[in-house]
């Protein structure tokens, strides 16, 4: 499966920021969808993940109730909904696929879209 983030932007502290992740080949719903940010001279960070059917949702400590994750199977693509932005999440923002593990773990996903990037400014 292929995938694009998509959707980042220069945005204030405060606002919100819709990220997008396309994904092309077969089978898009039989892979778990995960968001992932990087930013400078930091290691890349769990943020949210969503199940093949979308019914469980789960998220980092740092994003509950802020962000929500959510998937269309008929569209192929996950988003994730970025509200109240500060400027600790300024990074950049990848979606990646995987079939089962630890979702928290960037290692246990064998598919990476390309990385979009989210700057706050306070």
């Known amino acids: 499966v292929q995938l694009q983030a998509s959707g980042g932007g220069l945005v204030q502290a405060g606002d919100s920021l819709k990220l997008s992740c396309a994904a092309s080949?077969?089978?898009?719903?039989?892979?778990?969808v995960g968001w992932f940010r990087q930013a400078p001279g930091k290691e890349r960070e769990f943020v949210a993940a969503?199940?093949?059917?979308?019914?469980?949702?789960c998220y980092a400590g740092s994003v509950l109730g802020r962000f929500t994750i959510s998937r269309d199977n008929v569209a192929n693509t996950v988003n994730l909904q970025l509200n109240s932005l500060n400027s600790e999440d300024t990074a950049v923002y990848y979606c990646?696929?995987?079939?089962?593990?630890?979702?928290?773990?960037?290692?246990?996903?064998?598919?990476w879209g390309q990385g979009t990037l989210v700057t706050v400014s306070s």
């Open positions: 080949g077969r089978s898009f719903s039989n892979y778990i």
């Open positions: 969503i199940t093949q059917n979308g019914a469980y949702p």
């Open positions: 990646a696929a995987t079939t089962g593990g630890n979702l928290r773990l960037p290692t246990e996903y064998a598919y």
